[in-house]
């Protein structure tokens, strides 16, 4: 079956960095596109980025621009979020999701989802 399983979630101060990593398995992984959703306690799940299947189209969220970077590796069916220069603002769970078609800012028509990392921003 198909998973998509999240690592790299910790705890940080704000100005510091983190590297999360999705790691797909059970699917076509260069024929969808990946990105990468958050959700803080009592918020709706929000988008933060999108990287097309060819990984030539990129799409962030406006909080994270500059300062996110997503890419992917698909030899590894493996997608990346750099996150520098983090805030208390974006702590939240962090979730992958793919989509066989465009993938979108909207987290409806994602295919598949991860179960999440946790990300805490705090000094």
């Known amino acids: 079956q198909v998973q998509l399983v999240e690592s790299g979630g910790g705890v940080v101060q704000p100005g510091g960095s983190l590297r999360l990593s999705c790691t797909a398995s059970?699917?076509?992984?260069?024929?969808?596109?990946m990105a990468w959703f958050r959700q803080a306690p009592g918020k709706e799940r929000e988008f933060v980025a999108r990287l097309s299947r060819s990984g030539a189209g990129f799409l962030y969220a406006d909080p994270v621009k500059g300062r996110f970077t997503i890419s992917r590796d698909n030899a590894k069916n493996t997608v990346y979020l750099q996150m520098n220069s983090l805030k208390p603002e974006d702590t939240a769970v962090y979730y992958c999701?793919?989509?066989?078609?465009?993938?979108?800012?909207?987290?409806?028509?994602?295919?598949?989802w991860g179960q999440g990392t946790q990300v805490t921003v705090s000094s």
């Open positions: 999701a793919a989509d066989l078609s465009a993938g979108s800012r909207s987290p409806r028509g994602y295919d598949y």
């Open positions: 059970g699917l076509a992984f260069s024929s969808y596109a």
